[in-house]
Antibody, heavy 117, light 107 residues
Framework: QITLKESGPTLVKPTQTLTLTCTFS??????????VGWIRQPPGKALEWLAL???????RYSPSLKSRLTITKDTSKNQVVLTMTNMDPVDTATYYC?????????WGQGTLVTVSS | DIQMTQSPSSLSASVGDRVTITCQAS??????LNWYQQKPGKAPKLLIY???NLETGVPSRFSGSGSGTDFTFTISSLQPEDIATYYC?????????FGPGTKVDIK
């Protein structure tokens, strides 16, 4: 059974850096073709893709957020970490990680991050 | 970047009705199109991949069709548990993109 779970702070202040961890089980990020992605969803709004990391350490970012995002993996810990710098209230959202091979399946439960002073 | 649009943005239908949602890509994406269901307070769930393939375990009342720029998602007989928002997503090109969603309610 494949599971993913996001963890990190629920509240960050404007200008701070957000660090989120996706801990997964049931697959290996060293297996060819496997990737893990991050997607966010502001309250009441649509889904927005943020970043992807593949088994070969290839990394892809949303162009609109590329300057603020870094995605890394720790294969031995079965974790993927997303950092987002210079957080703003508009970044308030539920952040999801998901197994990706073109499609996102399955997803983690998501973690709500609020940006407020 | 590829832009995804969906219509309608919301709909209300009766139990047993046939429901159809359309998704349009701003350029040809072949069949690299997925459909997700998101129930309130829950993470999205993959229903259809590669435009028309039903994910394992998903009821057969859900279906998808289309290729190129125009895609359709259908619920053949709406059930109360289908109340959700449905999103399309293209993966032909980066950046990956989701549609704005279609909220489905029971009349």
């Amino acid at each position: 059974q494949i599971t993913l779970k996001e963890s990190g702070p629920t509240l960050v202040k404007p200008t701070q850096t957000l660090t989120l961890t996706c801990t997964f089980s049931g697959f290996s990020l060293s297996t060819s073709g496997v990737g893990v992605g991050w997607i966010r969803q502001p309250p009441g709004k649509a889904l927005e893709w943020l970043a992807l990391i593949y088994w070969d350490d290839d990394k892809r970012y949303s162009p609109s957020l590329k300057s603020r995002l870094t995605i890394t993996k720790d294969t031995s810990k079965n974790q993927v970490v997303l950092t987002m710098t210079n957080m703003d209230p508009v970044d308030t959202a539920t952040y999801y990680c998901a197994l990706s091979n073109g499609r996102f399946d399955p997803w983690g439960q998501g973690t709500l991050v609020t940006v407020s002073s | 970047d590829i832009q995804m649009t969906q219509s309608p943005s919301s709909l209300s239908a009766s139990v047993g009705d046939r429901v159809t949602i359309t998704c349009q890509a701003s350029q040809d994406i072949s069949n690299y199109l997925n459909w997700y269901q998101q129930k309130p307070g829950k993470a999205p769930k993959l229903l259809i991949y590669d435009a028309s393939n039903l994910e394992t375990g998903v009821p057969s009342r859900f279906s998808g069709s289309g290729s190129g720029t125009d895609f359709t998602f259908t619920i053949s007989s709406l059930q109360p548990e289908d109340i959700a928002t449905y999103y399309c997503q293209q993966y032909d090109n980066l950046p990956l993109a989701f549609g704005p969603g279609t909220k489905v309610d029971i009349k």
